[in-house]
């Protein structure tokens, strides 16, 4: 997750998630990725930033 601390990029699936990937494992990464955002935006908030990179 260093990118999307250092500019922004957010991982997301591109189009639709692969068939072959469960519910559960889906809800997994989602559970994870919620987690990185929450502490972004604390990074970006504590650093005087808004998630839109205004001051």
Do not use: Q
Not at 8 to 37: M, Q, W
Request: charged share 25%; proline share 9%; net charge negative.
């Amino acid at each position: 997750m260093p990118a999307m601390l250092a500019n922004g990029y957010i991982p997301h699936v591109d189009h639709a998630t692969p068939p072959d990937v469960s519910f559960e494992n889906f809800c997994y990464y989602r559970r994870k990725l919620d987690a990185r955002l929450d502490e972004y935006d604390v990074r970006r908030w504590a650093a005087g930033h808004s998630l839109r990179g205004d001051p």
